[in-house]
């Protein structure tokens, strides 16, 4: 079942992050707090009632294709009228294109609430509210009015269609083309494959946003263009024409997201598919889809986080309730009374690493998307500032993309772990996190592509500046903490694995000036790796100091329950910075010792076995 | 036709409740209020009847601390014209008359034509509020209403209510008070327009003083309160499943004396 923290969301929000900030900023100032609440509670309520219970069943049930037609689980319908009678996808929309203009800070929670309670089904409205902010952002006037509206009305679905059989972490290979006919209507013709709500029953129309190469282009990614490829044609003034020639030609049968459709679709099998070329603008595909794709990347991110907080609480409830052996205290006494699991230091170890993991991530997220807003907010005011915060969601997204990615397939394997043989089995919601969650680290650009994102493009852009400002926000940090009773000595071990960071960081220079570019791809993983710890070791760290002045409050008080809380919070950061946190150097030394073995050992030399 | 619904903040129906260090109420640190979910049906009912009436307000009230202004706004979200909060030091301590008692002062001043109330609070459960608000306002009031029609004119409702076995159909003159038992409808949920609307509604904080009230002593005084024991772990018949249904029906025969 659909289990989410609402104390621990809050006081990430506004005890640690303080998103409040924002509301004094003109850009949000129209909002307060108390509105961003109501529609928190409202998400949660619908999450928990009317998404939620469609998880298990929507996995048993799939979708199907019925006379070339996707058809999803029973209930998926209803449940999509709702979700935009209620209106979750316009919240950080801006107000001129008919949206609240909310902060994304309270977006990304929205999003984790629902991704939690059904990630196959969030796919559909996910993928929408990314078309739709693209092309709110790049689309004509006309192009708003023809496609935008109808989809955040819920009358349209949408979808990003940039893999092919041959094209899938190589973009630049795409093979689908457009062809000339008249203004900005082009005849497509091509195949994308693993297109996620690539068709479906939930909606009269799907807008699909296709990468396509316009004939005579150059090759590469800089020759790609992008089109809106509605799957019924609409005419000028909105109304639907007929069917323009886009086919699913299957869909795939895969290992969780079941509810979602992951299609193959030919586009222009019969020579009749138009597309529309995005904002009129020729060979801006990449740059365009960038902002869909940064988009998605963060949603995965949250994805994960989300999977991974219903995970974490599952297996709690489980190990409050499971009887199974006696306290350690009593080994010799066979007749010890039988206690909960949870009393079990291994089991305890599981959950405090899970605990660490969600709600480090967690705030990575918020905090990023706080940086957005920061950056949207200031940019008119104070270029300096809004800058910096803008580098810093460019160097953060692949880390949150990657490391969210990774750690949900961890935390629900320890969720399943916690479980024992009953976490293995359908009865209880574990076993298809885990499979939901391992798509995860394979979409929006596999995990390592998002390695070498940050290494070859992320680390040096704006000559470096980025990461330069994150150290020392670190390092400011550590220098202004480093003796706090309680806590010295984990923030001295996140100052050594900064130290860590910025060596491994050398390193990689030296890779790329001596040539030795192998050698910077075969470490981009576990460098990412450094920097995700790094940076979630520091926020959970930070929140620790912000609840531990809390606790002293509420034990004055003698609110034992709040007391509790707080003191869990700076548990969870002594725990990864003491059990996670080390496995830095670990990392580094492997950088740093530049051994060659998986680079040099022949292709033989891994098996010969054929 | 304006139509008053009144309304109570409580705890969540998932909070543990403990009770207080004083003994006679609960500790409210880390509760997590709701609108008592029988008021909700009593809202939605509200806006429905303006809905298909195509005309009318819906005004929703409520008596208790400054909290209470969070229930009032989900109201509002929900579809509620605007809204008043009785919110007086004075009425700290109330009891059910004193409560029907201001309300009461509130509808004699809004003069609405229909007055919905939930069948009782799920906090305490004393559902008492509704009855001896229409009897201080000398109006009529049907309980555990399940549906109702307002007839065109606004003159009558015929409400049904649920008896053992099916319903009781009344024929009432306006104004009315009616109490909502569930089943009534389905309420819906506050959209984000209506969240982001809510705030441009007026609330309106009323003082005892402001009705003509003063601090009254309350009739009925909690003497204290005791959580419930815990409850007897369950029991689990081992064996075959003839001898386990032997040993189950001799159980509740003798031990529980159940059947
Ligand atoms: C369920 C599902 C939903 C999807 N939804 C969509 C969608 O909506 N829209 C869409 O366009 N696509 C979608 N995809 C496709 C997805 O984005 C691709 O699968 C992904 O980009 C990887 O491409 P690939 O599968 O071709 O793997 P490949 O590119 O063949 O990669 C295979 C392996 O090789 C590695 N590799 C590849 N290139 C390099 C390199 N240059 N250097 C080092 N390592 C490399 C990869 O990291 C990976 O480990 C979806 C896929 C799935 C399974």
Redesign the interface.
């Given at each position: 079942m659909f289990k989410a923290d609402l104390r621990a969301i809050r006081f990430t929000l506004y005890e640690h992050l303080k998103v409040q900030q924002l509301f004094e900023l003109d850009a949000f100032s129209h909002l307060a707090r108390e509105e961003c609440d109501a529609v928190i509670d409202q998400c949660v309520r619908f999450a928990a009632e009317v998404t939620g219970p469609l998880s298990a069943p929507g996995d048993r049930a799939g979708c199907r294709v019925e006379d070339g037609r996707v058809v999803t689980p029973p209930g998926f319908r209803e449940a999509w009228r709702t979700l935009f009678e209620l209106g979750f996808l316009s919240f950080t929309m801006p107000v001129k294109a008919g949206g609240f203009g909310g902060p994304r800070a309270i977006g990304v929670v929205l999003s984790e609430l629902q991704s939690g309670a059904n990630t196959a089904f969030n796919m559909y409205p996910g993928l929408t509210h990314g078309a739709a902010d693209l092309l709110e952002a790049f689309g004509s006037p006309r192009d708003h009015e023809r496609f935008l509206a109808p989809m955040l009305e819920g009358r349209f679905a949408g979808t990003m269609c940039l893999t092919e059989p041959h094209a899938g972490s190589d973009v630049g290979a795409t093979r689908t083309r457009a062809r000339h006919l008249e203004g900005d209507v082009y005849a497509i013709t091509g195949t994308k494959c693993f297109i996620s709500s690539g068709d479906h029953d939930l909606t009269e129309n799907i807008v699909h946003l296709v990468l396509a190469r316009i004939d005579g282009a150059p090759p590469g990614t800089k020759g790609l263009s992008l089109f809106i490829v509605p799957k019924v044609w609409v005419e000028e003034g909105g109304a639907l024409g007929g069917a323009n020639d886009v086919a699913t030609a299957s869909i795939e049968h895969k290992l969780g997201i079941r509810a979602s459709a992951t299609a193959t679709l030919t586009f222009g099998d019969d020579g009749r598919c138009r597309g529309i070329l995005v904002g009129g603008r020729p060979h801006e595909g990449m740059r365009q889809m960038f902002r869909m794709m940064n988009g998605a990347r963060i949603a995965v991110g949250v994805q994960g986080i989300a999977v991974a907080s219903t995970a974490y609480l599952n297996a709690l409830a489980y190990a409050r309730e499971r009887l199974q052996g006696s306290s350690v205290r009593h080994f010799k006494d066979p007749n010890a009374p039988r206690v909960p699991i949870i009393e079990h230091a291994d089991v305890r170890r599981m959950l405090l690493e899970m605990k660490a993991k969600v709600e480090g991530m967690r705030t990575l997220a918020v905090k990023l998307a706080l940086h957005a807003d920061l950056a949207a907010a200031l940019a008119a005011t104070d270029e300096g500032r809004a800058a910096y915060h803008e580098g810093q969601v460019d160097l953060l997204t692949p880390v949150v993309k990657a490391y969210c990615a990774d750690q949900a397939f961890r935390v629900a394997e320890l969720a399943i772990q916690t479980y024992g043989g009953a976490g293995y089995v359908e009865d209880h919601p574990v076993e298809q996190y885990l499979r939901d969650a391992k798509i995860f680290s394979i979409y929006e650009g596999t995990n390592h592509i998002q390695a070498l994102d940050l290494v070859s493009r992320k680390l040096s852009s704006r000559g470096g500046e980025n990461l330069t400002a994150f150290l020392t926000e670190i390092g400011e940090f550590v220098a202004r903490h480093g003796a706090r009773p309680g806590l010295a000595a984990e923030i001295g071990a996140l100052g050594a694995a900064a130290a860590a960071l910025q060596r491994a960081s050398g390193a990689l220079l030296e890779f790329f000036t001596s040539g030795r570019l192998d050698q910077v791809t075969l470490v981009a993983t576990p460098f990412l790796e450094i920097m995700a710890e790094v940076t979630i070791a520091h926020l959970l760290l930070d929140a620790a100091l912000v609840a531990e002045a809390r606790r002293v409050e509420a034990e004055g008080d003698h609110h034992q329950e709040d007391a509790d809380f707080y003191r869990g919070k700076v548990m969870a950061a002594k725990f990864y910075v003491n059990f996670v946190l080390p496995g830095v150097h670990a990392k580094l030394a492997a950088i740093v010792g530049g051994d060659r073995s998986a680079l040099d050992i022949p292709d033989a030399g891994f098996s010969t076995a054929r | 036709m304006k139509i008053l619904v009144a309304i109570k903040q409580v705890p969540d129906t998932a909070t543990q409740v403990k009770v207080g260090g004083d003994g006679k109420s609960i500790d409210t640190?880390?509760i997590?209020w709701i609108v008592s979910p029988y008021d909700e049906y009593a809202v939605e009912e509200a806006l429905r009847i303006k809905e298909k009436r195509g005309q009318g307000e819906v005004v929703a009230i409520s008596l208790g601390p400054d909290r209470v202004r969070?229930a009032l706004?989900?109201c509002l979200?929900m579809g509620c014209d605007r809204a008043i909060h009785l919110n007086d030091a004075a009425w700290s301590a109330v009891d059910t008359l004193a409560t029907a008692r201001a309300l009461a002062a509130v509808v004699t001043q809004e003069a609405p034509q229909l007055v919905l109330c939930g069948r009782q609070a799920i906090d305490d459960d004393m559902g008492a509020v509704t009855a001896q608000l229409a009897e201080l306002l000398g109006w009529p009031c049907a309980y555990w209403i399940m549906e109702e029609a307002v007839d065109a004119d606004g003159k009558t409702v015929r409400a049904a209510r649920q008896v053992e076995g099916g319903l009781e159909v009344f024929d009432l003159p306006l104004p009315a008070v009616l109490a909502a038992q569930k089943g009534l409808n389905e309420p819906r949920?506050?959209?984000?327009?209506g969240?982001?609307g809510?705030?441009k509604k007026e609330i309106k904080d009323v003082k005892a003083a402001d009705l003509g009230l003063g601090a009254e002593p309350a009739q009925l005084a909690v003497l204290g309160l005791e959580a419930l024991p815990p409850r007897p772990p369950g029991r689990i018949i081992e064996g075959d499943v003839p001898s386990a249904v032997k040993e189950l029906v001799r159980a509740l025969r003798e031990d529980a004396k159940a059947i």
């Open positions: - | 640190a880390g997590t969070e706004r989900s979200a949920y506050p959209t984000l327009k969240i982001m809510a705030k």
